[in-house]
């Protein structure tokens, strides 16, 4: 009996132009998302945590409370952008750590953590995981330390001795995904790469019973901007990101399927009421 749990480590207000993005390519999207004025309504910044019979697995890491409360947790040279793009809204008790510890899990004893991507949002908690592997796609590991000042992530806060896998796709087909890798030793969890937000961006399957349920990470920020031809102010590629989100539909017409993104403020709902994307 596979278990997923949402994770809610508070919410975040992105610019009006990040989460509705703007532009015919990245550096114009980029362009606009700072020079149009205001904020978002705020979005939840979660993660998730698959119960599985060989052993618990954490999706994503989410927000620390340093990225609001301590001037100095951003590094000097990305320091004004971030001041500039986020507000954050969460307390201490939002940060992931106390959450898994709440729900009866101990964040030490965690051994696996996938990050569907590294922007900030997703990556910030993994100080919470010391004895984890840490399952980056090879592309997102190098796009992230290469580019550390455009990327969104934090790099300069991430524990300098965690262990790190980097993902190496296998040959094992699952619907529309000609690769992906399996993280549990039934193949029932298993990640495959969805770029487009990111060009290492990653999403996990779960094969339950009755159903798979996709956790989507930013593929789209809601269900139905799954089919929408609008991205996001900081996807890297609109093209790669419609190819994804275009396999995500196929497969739904198929195969009953729970779309889980990390933004999406009805994810948990339909999680609850097994609600599967329907508008195919
Ligand atoms: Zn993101």
Do not use: C
Not at 132 to 149: G, K, M, Q, Y
């Amino acid at each position: 009996m596979i278990k997923i749990h949402p994770i809610e480590t508070g919410q975040l207000r992105i610019r009006r132009m990040h989460r509705y993005g703007l532009g015919w390519d990245r550096w114009s999207r980029l362009a606009t998302w700072m020079l149009v004025p205001g904020f978002a309504a705020p979005i939840p910044m979660r993660a998730w945590l698959i119960d599985h019979p060989d052993g618990p697995i954490v999706v994503d890491t989410g927000e620390t409370l340093r990225a609001q409360d301590d001037p100095e947790y951003f590094p000097p040279d990305q320091r004004p952008f971030f001041k500039l793009a986020f507000r954050f809204q969460m307390t201490a008790a939002d940060e992931i750590g106390p959450q898994l510890l709440q729900m009866g899990f101990q964040p030490e004893d965690i051994q696996t953590v996938v990050l569907t991507h590294a922007h900030m949002d997703h990556s910030d908690g993994l100080h919470h995981f010391p004895n984890a592997t840490v399952f980056f796609s090879r592309r997102e590991w190098h796009d992230a330390n290469n580019n550390s000042r455009t990327h969104g992530a934090v790099t300069a806060r991430w524990p300098s001795d965690m262990t790190v896998e980097q993902v190496d796709y296998v040959p094992e087909p699952i619907g529309p995904f000609q690769q992906s890798f399996p993280l549990t030793k039934d193949g029932r969890v298993r990640i495959v790469p969805t770029p487009g937000h990111t060009m290492g961006h990653q999403s996990i399957v779960v094969q339950a019973d009755d159903l798979i349920y996709f956790i989507a990470g930013d593929v789209s920020f809601t269900e139905a901007e799954l089919f929408s031809d609008r991205v996001d102010g900081v996807t890297h590629s609109a093209k790669a990101s419609q190819e994804t989100r275009q396999k995500i539909r196929e497969w739904a017409t198929s195969q009953p399927i729970v779309y889980l993104p990390s933004h999406d403020p009805d994810s948990p709902i339909r999680l609850k009421n097994k609600q599967h994307i329907s508008k195919v």
